[in-house]
């Protein structure tokens, strides 16, 4: 099916089931312990030996020798594989650094080898029995002090974008601002870690995996090896956290099919925390400067970001500065992105990559101007709306409902009793302050298919390859095929994360929900569609409803089209240029209020809200819970996450969740979600976009604007730890 005019009034809109806050259909079995991730399939492989992934010592040189010969005398060593005896090995599409090194060592804990035992114990002693020397050379693990060799990105679309005359616009601009802010490198921190269970059937390769991306990992693996795509199925029934750590093949899964090849046996392997922080990707820190002219009434005139980023050789900026190009009004405007080569651990997609780092700066920027114009941060946020594309005025948005986000939460969240003067309201020893921030997140179409089957029972069974990364697919997924087929959800059952079932959209950037759902459509319109011929109906007359096919004044038990075999359907929503046409994008607005001790400097989040504007929310208990996620993760940014980089020798000191800190239950408040009644017809026969990612992009912004707000301290420098605000705090009285 291709998808290229709006949509009009379809079965969907009926909002029987989807639009309902239903609980997750795999909620029992993730907290009974009973849903089987990658590192659990025991029925599966029940005589599976355990593989312990080595981690470079040096972060660049080069493999001066391996003596792995006291580790294969182990007790219970099977194999100990490394690139002397791997074989030849190739680089998938979407990594930046080879997953097992050898002879070059990229950056620090690439993996070196793997040693695989009959059980754990075995494999991390015999580990430690493997002799690596090394020769050291020099490396740059400083953005900083790169900064000046940085370039504009090749593999970047669009690295620099010039509407205007912004030199000029911000020379002529009454008020200015001109600042810098930094954002550190991140870890994705999520809880199941990197694992993967491998086995092999002759040339065959089946793998357990935890990965967002079924197909991609399916491609990138087979790549690797050497070996036809059809001789590779991935698996990922359920996966325990990815947040763009999962999008790509990492060095566990290859690992585990080279130890399994090697040992004749199944293998699996986990990468162990303190390994996952510098093996696989992370978000890079950001180095970003933000100028903004405006006129005396608070009219943008002139508005300039640029970002400077690092990355090894051959991979890619973050890119920090997309929602600025949207965002805001303004005649006159310059982005700008700038790639610099670090010697660090490949950085990638993490957590809303671009958006969220990028406003992270941006936000805090438009909150400075607007004080120094002396306007209220909503007004002036809303003042700058706009209804086009400013840098493609011919383009208009889709949907754009950012002003109702903003005058709806400030309605909501009290903002008439925030001081307008930083570090005047007390609650005892507390001094109280409230932030906003804008959050933009765009929407992303991605083609998906899937297979939808009645079977003789009168169930409808759905498989595709989309996975459910704690999102609710699953649920979502059987939501659109009981709207679409007039079932009960409970008559709907789901696979997904096979890679043997129709390709999908794949979990990631937004765009999973709708896209994935939107292949669902086409598939159950294919299946209403082969049930109506066969009962002899007409499909465009034929109404699904109430588990039956209505047409022609009777009723047809929808089982009585298979009483004589499962009818079965496949097929993928494919786009147009709709989203040429017109800018698809989601829309929100953060609020918070924290309380910093007036003698500590210690911050509380005291309360949150966040108002969403994002196409059709299919199911609000769960968008819910992505939002708040998201929520959460903001505040992670402004006050914690940030690996810390040992420059001298090039890898994150603290590469494990006792030095990585991250938001515990403790650290979050009350939370509020809003979310407008809106669908995008020009989105998907859905009616949706996105919103999971949408929960975290301005948050942390918001957080730092409420800082200032109780404090009079302005932090551009994330995260806002004690040592940035101590020295500032006004006097303890």
């Given at each position: 099916m291709k998808f290229t005019?709006?949509?009009?009034?379809?079965?969907?809109?009926?909002?029987?089931?989807?639009?309902?806050?239903?609980?997750?259909?795999?909620?029992?079995?993730?907290?009974?312990?009973?849903?089987?991730?990658?590192?659990?399939?025991?029925?599966?492989?029940?005589?599976?030996?355990?593989?312990?992934v080595i981690g470079a010592a040096v972060a660049k040189g080069r493999i001066a020798s391996i003596d792995s010969a006291a580790a294969k005398r182990a007790p219970g060593v099977l194999a100990v594989v490394t690139y002397e005896n791997a074989g030849k090995l190739g680089k998938g599409k979407f990594n930046t650094a080879h997953l097992l090194a050898g002879p070059e060592v990229q950056h620090y804990h690439q993996a070196v080898a793997v040693v695989v035992a009959e059980t754990f114990e075995q494999a991390r002693a015999a580990?430690?029995?493997?002799?690596?020397?090394?020769?050291?050379?020099?490396?740059?693990?400083?953005?900083?002090?790169?900064?000046?060799?940085?370039?504009?990105?090749?593999?970047?679309?669009?690295?620099?974008?010039?509407?205007?005359?912004?030199?000029?616009?911000?020379?002529?601009?009454?008020?200015?601002?001109?600042?810098?802010?930094?954002?550190?490198?991140?870890?994705?921190a999520m809880m199941e870690p990197h694992a993967s269970l491998a086995v092999w059937e002759g040339d065959k390769l089946t793998l357990w995996t935890a990965n967002q991306m079924i197909d991609w990992g399916k491609g990138d693996l087979a790549k690797t090896?050497?070996?036809?795509?059809?001789?590779?199925?991935?698996?990922?029934?359920?996966?325990?956290?990815?947040?763009?750590?999962k999008l790509f093949l990492r060095s566990e899964a290859l690992l585990a099919a080279l130890g399994a090849r090697a040992a004749g046996r199944p293998v699996k392997v986990a990468l162990q925390r303190a390994l996952i922080f510098n093996n696989t990707t992370h978000r890079p820190s950001t180095i970003q400067r933000i100028r903004i002219g405006a006129t005396r009434e608070g009219r943008i005139t002139a508005i300039a970001h640029e970002s400077t980023s690092g990355d090894l050789p051959g991979g890619q900026p973050e890119t920090a500065v997309q929602q600025t190009r949207l965002l805001y009004a303004g005649a006159n405007r310059f982005t700008q992105l700038k790639l610099a080569v670090l010697d660090l651990p490949e950085a990638n997609a993490m957590r809303a990559p671009g958006e969220a780092p990028g406003m992270m700066a941006l936000e805090i920027a438009v909150d400075e101007m607007a004080e120094k114009l002396k306007m209220d941060p909503v007004t002036f946020r809303i003042v700058n709306d706009t209804t086009v594309d400013p840098e493609e005025r011919s383009r208009k948005f889709s949907q754009r409902r950012f002003v109702e986000c903003m005058r709806q939460g400030a309605e909501r969240f009290g903002w008439k009793n925030r001081s307008a003067e930083p570090g005047k309201l007390r609650?005892?020893?507390?001094?109280?302050?409230?932030?906003?921030?804008?959050?933009?997140?765009?929407?992303?179409?991605?083609?998906?298919?899937?297979?939808?089957?009645?079977?003789?029972?009168?169930?409808?069974?759905?498989?595709?390859?989309?996975?459910?990364?704690?999102?609710?697919?699953?649920?979502?997924?059987?939501?659109?095929?009981?709207?679409m087929m007039g079932l009960p959800i409970e008559r709907v059952v789901v696979r997904l994360g096979d890679s043997s079932f129709p390709v999908s959209s794949g979990s990631g950037g937004q765009w999973g929900g709708n896209s994935s759902t939107?292949?669902?459509?086409?598939?159950?319109?294919k299946l209403r569609e082969a049930i109506a011929a066969k009962l002899g109906v007409d499909p465009a007359m034929a109404e699904f409803i109430d588990g039956g096919v209505r047409a022609g004044g009777k009723t047809v038990p929808l089982a009585q089209a298979a009483r004589d075999g499962e009818i079965s359907a496949e097929d993928m929503m494919e786009y147009g240029d709709l989203e040429k046409k017109m800018q698809q994008s989601t829309f929100g607005a953060h609020f918070v209020e924290v309380g910093v001790d007036a003698a500590t400097g210690e911050v509380r989040v005291r309360r949150m809200l966040a108002v969403c504007a994002a196409g059709r929310i299919l199911n609000p208990k769960s968008a819910r819970s992505q939002v708040i996620g998201g929520m959460t993760m903001g505040v992670g940014a402004a006050l914690m996450e940030h690996l810390v980089v040992d420059k001298r020798i090039g890898f994150f000191v603290n590469h494990d969740l006792a030095g990585y800190e991250v938001p515990v239950h403790g650290d979050i408040p009350h939370q509020e979600v809003i979310f407008l009644d809106e669908t995008d017809p020009t989105s998907s026969p859905m009616k949706a976009k996105g919103v999971g990612e949408l929960g975290i992009c301005g948050v942390a912004a918001a957080v730092a604007n409420a800082i200032y707000n109780a404090t009079g301290v302005r932090v551009r420098d994330y995260p806002i730890t004690l040592d940035k605000l101590l020295p500032k705090m006004p006097a303890y009285v």
């Amino acid at each position: 099916m291709k998808f290229t005019t709006p949509a009009t009034t379809n079965p969907i809109d009926q909002l029987k089931v989807v639009g309902k806050p239903l609980d997750r259909i795999d909620g029992p079995m993730k907290t009974t312990g009973t849903a089987p991730y990658a590192y659990e399939q025991h029925a599966a492989a029940p005589n599976a030996a355990y593989g312990h992934v080595i981690g470079a010592a040096v972060a660049k040189g080069r493999i001066a020798s391996i003596d792995s010969a006291a580790a294969k005398r182990a007790p219970g060593v099977l194999a100990v594989v490394t690139y002397e005896n791997a074989g030849k090995l190739g680089k998938g599409k979407f990594n930046t650094a080879h997953l097992l090194a050898g002879p070059e060592v990229q950056h620090y804990h690439q993996a070196v080898a793997v040693v695989v035992a009959e059980t754990f114990e075995q494999a991390r002693a015999a580990a430690g029995l493997v002799k690596i020397e090394y020769v050291k050379t020099k490396g740059a693990y400083d953005l900083k002090e790169v900064k000046g060799s940085a370039k504009l990105p090749k593999k970047e679309d669009k690295p620099e974008s010039k509407v205007g005359d912004f030199a000029a616009g911000f020379a002529s601009a009454p008020v200015k601002l001109d600042a810098t802010y930094t954002t550190p490198d991140q870890s994705h921190a999520m809880m199941e870690p990197h694992a993967s269970l491998a086995v092999w059937e002759g040339d065959k390769l089946t793998l357990w995996t935890a990965n967002q991306m079924i197909d991609w990992g399916k491609g990138d693996l087979a790549k690797t090896l050497g070996i036809p795509k059809e001789n590779v199925r991935l698996i990922s029934p359920y996966i325990g956290g990815g947040f763009g750590g999962k999008l790509f093949l990492r060095s566990e899964a290859l690992l585990a099919a080279l130890g399994a090849r090697a040992a004749g046996r199944p293998v699996k392997v986990a990468l162990q925390r303190a390994l996952i922080f510098n093996n696989t990707t992370h978000r890079p820190s950001t180095i970003q400067r933000i100028r903004i002219g405006a006129t005396r009434e608070g009219r943008i005139t002139a508005i300039a970001h640029e970002s400077t980023s690092g990355d090894l050789p051959g991979g890619q900026p973050e890119t920090a500065v997309q929602q600025t190009r949207l965002l805001y009004a303004g005649a006159n405007r310059f982005t700008q992105l700038k790639l610099a080569v670090l010697d660090l651990p490949e950085a990638n997609a993490m957590r809303a990559p671009g958006e969220a780092p990028g406003m992270m700066a941006l936000e805090i920027a438009v909150d400075e101007m607007a004080e120094k114009l002396k306007m209220d941060p909503v007004t002036f946020r809303i003042v700058n709306d706009t209804t086009v594309d400013p840098e493609e005025r011919s383009r208009k948005f889709s949907q754009r409902r950012f002003v109702e986000c903003m005058r709806q939460g400030a309605e909501r969240f009290g903002w008439k009793n925030r001081s307008a003067e930083p570090g005047k309201l007390r609650d005892g020893r507390w001094l109280v302050g409230m932030g906003v921030a804008s959050a933009f997140r765009n929407n992303m179409n991605m083609k998906s298919a899937a297979r939808a089957r009645l079977e003789r029972n009168g169930v409808v069974t759905i498989e595709t390859d989309m996975t459910d990364i704690g999102t609710g697919s699953y649920t979502i997924i059987a939501q659109t095929a009981a709207e679409m087929m007039g079932l009960p959800i409970e008559r709907v059952v789901v696979r997904l994360g096979d890679s043997s079932f129709p390709v999908s959209s794949g979990s990631g950037g937004q765009w999973g929900g709708n896209s994935s759902t939107a292949g669902v459509y086409a598939a159950c319109v294919k299946l209403r569609e082969a049930i109506a011929a066969k009962l002899g109906v007409d499909p465009a007359m034929a109404e699904f409803i109430d588990g039956g096919v209505r047409a022609g004044g009777k009723t047809v038990p929808l089982a009585q089209a298979a009483r004589d075999g499962e009818i079965s359907a496949e097929d993928m929503m494919e786009y147009g240029d709709l989203e040429k046409k017109m800018q698809q994008s989601t829309f929100g607005a953060h609020f918070v209020e924290v309380g910093v001790d007036a003698a500590t400097g210690e911050v509380r989040v005291r309360r949150m809200l966040a108002v969403c504007a994002a196409g059709r929310i299919l199911n609000p208990k769960s968008a819910r819970s992505q939002v708040i996620g998201g929520m959460t993760m903001g505040v992670g940014a402004a006050l914690m996450e940030h690996l810390v980089v040992d420059k001298r020798i090039g890898f994150f000191v603290n590469h494990d969740l006792a030095g990585y800190e991250v938001p515990v239950h403790g650290d979050i408040p009350h939370q509020e979600v809003i979310f407008l009644d809106e669908t995008d017809p020009t989105s998907s026969p859905m009616k949706a976009k996105g919103v999971g990612e949408l929960g975290i992009c301005g948050v942390a912004a918001a957080v730092a604007n409420a800082i200032y707000n109780a404090t009079g301290v302005r932090v551009r420098d994330y995260p806002i730890t004690l040592d940035k605000l101590l020295p500032k705090m006004p006097a303890y009285v």
